[in-house]
């Protein structure tokens, strides 16, 4: 189906780059491109504000052993299947000037945010670096042709450095979007009225774009 034939798909996203879910997330959403001209409203909210932008062992987020180690078999047993080699996942970080730097970059359009969106994911999850370190992101910003017009502009707010209980203006919106369809955990897919939550499968995210579609048309007629 070529591009002028495919329907607009117009969904929103929660997300936050430090979530891990959310990245299986991004990388399943790609698969409704084949049938739609998906356009994804991402909306970034953080979900751990209060972590130190220099990152810590993710022994502090005081879940047990077992718990923790439950939650990395079952994260393997999903990047696997969408084939993303993760590292090995011991230190979190604050995600504030990654999501900044994203939102930011929307600006420019699909042709620099899809590249700098995907990096961001991959330098956390597969390469292993802090997303919250200011340098890290500036070089992932460089290979992406991200201008420093816009990296200086993302970072503006005064905010950008905390305290965690003060969210800087470019994502006030989305958190009290979150709040507003009482969206609890990220990732959040938001497709019309319906929302589906967390880890999921392709198929409900064409279910629920088939749905969604269906409910356009049936409003038209």
């Not at 929660?14 to 979530?19: K, L, R, V």
């Not at 970034?44 to 987020?61: D, N, R, W, Y």
């Not at 370190?133 to 993302?154: F, H, S």
């Amino acid at each position: 189906m070529s591009s002028i034939q495919k329907p607009e798909l117009k969904i929103s996203v929660i997300s936050d780059y430090i979530c891990p879910f959310c990245f299986i997330g991004h990388k399943r959403l790609q698969a409704l491109r084949e049938d739609y001209d998906l356009k994804i409203n991402w909306c970034f909210v953080e979900i751990h504000p209060e972590t130190p932008a220099e990152g810590q062992s993710v022994k502090l987020l005081n879940y047990s052993d077992e718990y923790w180690n439950s939650l990395m078999h079952n994260l393997q047993k999903l990047a696997d299947e969408e084939n993303i080699q993760l590292s090995e996942h011991t230190i979190t970080t604050n995600s504030r000037k990654a999501l900044l730097l994203a939102e930011s970059s929307k600006s420019l359009g699909a042709e620099y945010f899809y590249p700098l969106h995907e990096r961001i994911f991959e330098a956390y999850f597969v390469a292993g670096k802090n997303i919250g370190d200011e340098q890290v992101l500036r070089d992932i910003a460089t290979t992406c042709d991200i201008p420093e017009q816009i990296i200086e502009q993302a970072w503006s707010d005064p905010h950008t450095n905390g305290p965690a209980d003060a969210v800087p203006a470019a994502l006030l919106r989305y958190l009290q979007y979150a709040g507003a369809i009482n969206a609890r955990s990220v990732p959040s897919f938001i497709f019309g009225k319906e929302m589906l939550t967390g880890v999921v499968k392709k198929a409900l995210l064409k279910q629920a774009a088939k749905n969604l579609l269906g409910e356009f048309q049936h409003n038209l007629s």
